[in-house]
């Protein structure tokens, strides 16, 4: 089966460099074909901000509450986004790169071609999110929560997934073969259809109560 594709962030040859804090004074606030480097911006409050074909570097937005962000077309590299409010975002051919992504809150919010690679997203919050073609790459996803949540070829690739919630959702169709984890929380039924390796297999085997053994055991 040919693995889905997921399509990277459009942007031009050429973008501008601006100051963050510009978009402060405007009634609509809205970044496009541009970069933003090193901005101070924590605990801001903007809701609806608008941001096509922008890359965001180097830059501190913890604790900004930023519900129903439109992004399109937009790249975040080593930024750190913990405890950023996302809820209810729209996120099209965004990437994160080496981001820090601790107890951040994309709840309800609508992921589509989406990447994070080599994220630290302990915590995050996903419930009730709709995710397609997202790919989570090496990045920790301990303590996670995408209860109630949706997924369209999502992929998770050599993450650490411990401590994470599936519940009331599917997981069919979803590989965590390369991924990690000591425990999960889901339901058997979401189980259904998910690709896990033989090692994990027989740790879920141990939570439907089977005691596994190996031949000759007694």
Not at 24 to 53: F, H, N, R, W
Not at 139 to 144: D, I, N, P, Q, V
Not at 148 to 173: I, N, Y
């Amino acid at each position: 089966m040919k693995k889905a594709k997921i399509d990277a962030p459009k942007l031009p040859r050429d973008l501008d460099s601006v100051d963050f804090r510009a978009i402060y004074d405007e009634d609509e606030p809205e970044l496009s074909a541009c970069t933003v480097t090193g901005a101070q911006a924590s605990d801001i409050e903007i809701e609806k901000i608008i941001c096509s074909k922008v890359v965001v570097k180097n830059s501190s937005f913890t604790h900004a509450r930023l519900e129903r962000a439109d992004l399109m077309d937009v790249v975040f590299e080593n930024c750190d986004l913990s405890n950023v409010l996302f809820h209810k975002g729209i996120f099209h051919r965004v990437a994160f790169k080496d981001c820090k992504l601790t107890g951040a809150d994309f709840s309800e919010a609508h992921l589509s071609h989406v990447t994070f690679e080599q994220c630290v997203a302990p915590l995050s919050d996903f419930v009730d999110a709709q995710l397609k073609h997202t790919a989570f790459r090496e990045s920790s996803l301990k303590g996670a929560n995408f209860w109630g949540s949706a997924f369209q070829h999502v992929f998770f690739e050599k993450s650490d997934l411990d401590d994470v919630q599936f519940k009331q959702m599917s997981l069919k169709g979803i590989d965590i073969r390369t991924c990690t984890f000591d425990q999960l929380h889901v339901e058997l039924e979401s189980l259904e259809g998910c690709v896990v390796s033989p090692e994990q297999a027989i740790g879920f085997a141990k939570l439907m109560g089977l005691n596994v053994k190996e031949q000759g055991q007694s």
